[in-house]
């Protein structure tokens, strides 16, 4: 079980957005002035992707047919427009190009960069070449369609996305296929100033309605240079992917919409990626009145008062949300509550007869997420009472669990993650669900002679239950 959803923002990311939090050092946003380098607004900018990108390729002229390999050839779907573009850049023997595709999701495009190997395998996810599962993915962008949200100034905080409705646990919010993703490796193995172009060639080649939006993105202070704009606009908004193939390199993501989500320790929406359609959804976890600013937490929430500041300072900011500046005994009573989660769950991950987990406990660790209003994390709570209450053979209090698991799941995590799938499973058949009784001892012996059993019994000897 894990208690944070796969995708995170990003470190470079996380410690801007802080920045832009703490009261002093107030978001600035740039929005209209930084513009496309196409825009005649913004003179110089397509001299300096002209002029002063170096191509390192040994490819001809921009635009190719990716050499796709012959395992992932059949995936890939011709009606998308895949093409990789100059610049690339050769950092040793790994060559990084920009991939992009104007096409992918009706329209709305991607960009890439990365090595060819990386891109093809990302080519080969269905997502690619099946344009139908990102069909309508994006559609609350659609000008014509009635937003659930507004972006608007936020007092301190620049712009942010407050709700235009009132929203329920569950609402729908955003979603959005990836703009631009970055190689983690790019970042490892090229000069950053090299990766700078790189980066803005690909939102470059995004569409112009695509584009514009990336690039109003705030960047937290006025770069002057474009490519350090570039820089620091990736930075501050990108997100973090986990590999897809066998490359050790995560890899970095921008959504330009959903940068917009301001960050909050104890947000009332949170957002999953789904990795088979490269889509990033934002529901509300909690009711959200009309006007309310929407919030994401960009830090795993489920930490200490002392962990979340040293964490904020390693990046040299300090966290200013709420509860980081609430008053020393009310953070002293949550981090109190903080530290009997991490606790319990230890106890609730141990499946062997040492376990000390009991039902009851189940029940605090429900509790507790509600006392510290850890709702983005309550369906893992419900998902551990669940199977505690189907380890000592109680089904319906477990069923009635493991439907909150799945309630509050299904928002926070998606209907593919592993624990609300496990939690549905139970719902079909708790007593064929691997965690039927299996908090109780004399079961948990079974199939190993019973030698672990107190007073010798044997399988089917269950008199002594109750
Ligand atoms: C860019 O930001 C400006 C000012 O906030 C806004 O008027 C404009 O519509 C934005 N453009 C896009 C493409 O989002
Ligand atoms: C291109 O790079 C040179 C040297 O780094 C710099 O002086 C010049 O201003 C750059 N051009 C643009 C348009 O940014
Ligand atoms: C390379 O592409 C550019 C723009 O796409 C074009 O202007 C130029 O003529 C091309 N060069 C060659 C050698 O094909
Ligand atoms: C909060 O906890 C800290 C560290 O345990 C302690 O030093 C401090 O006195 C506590 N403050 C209050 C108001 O309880």
């Given at each position: 079980m894990r208690s944070r959803n796969l995708l995170s923002v990003c470190l470079a990311g996380a410690c801007m957005a802080q920045e832009a939090l703490s009261v002093d050092n107030v978001q600035v946003s740039l929005g209209g002035i930084c513009q496309s380098p196409t825009h005649a607004s913004f003179p110089?900018?397509?001299?300096?992707?002209?002029?002063?990108?170096?191509?390192?390729?040994?490819?001809?002229?921009?635009?190719?047919?990716?050499?796709?390999?012959?395992?992932?050839?059949?995936?890939?779907?011709?009606?998308?427009?895949?093409?990789?573009?100059?610049?690339c850049y050769l950092a040793g023997t790994t060559e990084f190009c920009v991939f992009s595709s104007p096409t992918f999701a009706q329209g709305r495009g991607m960009s890439l960069v990365t090595t060819a190997k990386r891109a093809a395998a990302i080519l080969a996810l269905p997502s690619f070449h099946d344009p139908e599962l990102v069909r309508g993915a994006n559609q609350d962008l659609e000008p014509d369609r009635p937003h659930v949200y507004h972006v608007v100034e936020v007092p301190g905080k620049g712009l942010g996305v407050v709700a235009a409705k009132p929203l329920y646990r569950g609402d729908h919010i955003?979603?959005?296929?990836?703009?631009?993703?970055?190689?983690?490796?790019?970042?490892?193995?090229?000069?950053?100033?090299?990766?700078?172009?790189?980066?803005?060639?690909?939102?470059?080649?995004?569409?112009?309605?695509?584009?514009?939006?990336?690039?109003?993105?705030?960047?937290?202070?006025?770069?002057?240079a474009y490519l350090e704009k570039v820089q620091k606009l990736?930075?501050?908004?990108?997100?973090?992917?986990?590999?897809?193939?066998?490359?050790?390199?995560?890899?970095?993501?921008?959504?330009?919409?959903?940068?917009?989500?301001?960050?909050?320790c104890r947000p009332n929406a949170e957002y999953?990626?789904?990795?088979?359609?490269?889509?990033?959804?934002?529901?509300?976890i909690k009711p959200i009145a009309q006007g309310e600013e929407i919030t994401i937490s960009y830090i795993d929430p489920v930490e200490t008062h002392q962990a979340r500041v040293d964490r904020v300072k390693n990046w040299g900011f300090e966290c200013s949300c709420s509860l980081c500046s609430a008053e020393a005994h009310i953070r002293n009573a949550s981090d109190a509550r903080v530290r009997q989660i991490n606790e319990l769950r230890d106890e609730f991950e141990d499946y062997t007869t040492k376990s000390r987990a009991t039902p009851q406990m189940?029940?605090?660790?429900?509790?507790?997420?509600?006392?510290?209003?850890?709702?983005?994390?309550?369906?893992?709570?419900?998902?551990?009472?669940?199977?505690?209450?189907?380890?000592?053979?109680?089904?319906?209090?477990?069923?009635?669990?493991?439907?909150?698991?799945?309630?509050?799941?299904?928002?926070?995590?998606?209907?593919?993650?592993p624990d609300v799938k496990e939690m549905q499973k139970l719902l079909s058949d708790?007593?064929?669900?691997?965690?039927?009784?299996?908090?109780?001892?004399?079961?948990?012996?079974?199939?190993?002679?019973?030698?672990?059993?107190?007073?010798?019994?044997?399988?089917?000897?269950?008199?002594?239950?109750?």
């Open positions: 110089g900018m397509s001299v300096c992707l002209s002029e002063n990108i170096t191509l390192v390729s040994q490819y001809e002229n921009d635009t190719t047919r990716i050499p796709i390999p012959q395992d992932a050839k059949q995936a890939v779907s011709d009606t998308l427009d895949w093409t990789f573009k100059k610049p955003i979603s959005n296929t990836v703009s631009l993703i970055i190689d983690y490796g790019a970042h490892e193995q090229m000069p950053q100033v090299e990766l700078n172009k790189l980066m803005a060639a690909g939102i470059e080649y995004l569409p112009e309605r695509h584009r514009d939006r990336m690039l109003n993105l705030s960047t937290h202070n006025d770069a002057d990736v930075a501050t908004n990108c997100f973090d992917l986990e590999p897809i193939d066998d490359s050790p390199h995560a890899m970095q993501a921008v959504f330009p919409e959903i940068s917009r989500l301001n960050h909050d999953y990626f789904d990795y088979k359609t490269f889509t990033h959804h934002i529901h509300a189940g029940d605090l660790m429900v509790s507790l997420h509600e006392q510290e209003r850890l709702i983005a994390s309550l369906y893992s709570a419900y998902t551990y009472a669940a199977i505690e209450w189907n380890g000592v053979g109680e089904p319906w209090v477990a069923t009635k669990y493991a439907n909150l698991a799945v309630e509050y799941g299904l928002p926070s995590v998606g209907p593919t993650d708790p007593w064929g669900h691997w965690s039927w009784m299996l908090r109780t001892k004399k079961r948990m012996s079974w199939g190993k002679d019973g030698k672990e059993v107190d007073g010798k019994k044997k399988e089917g000897e269950d008199d002594e239950e109750d």
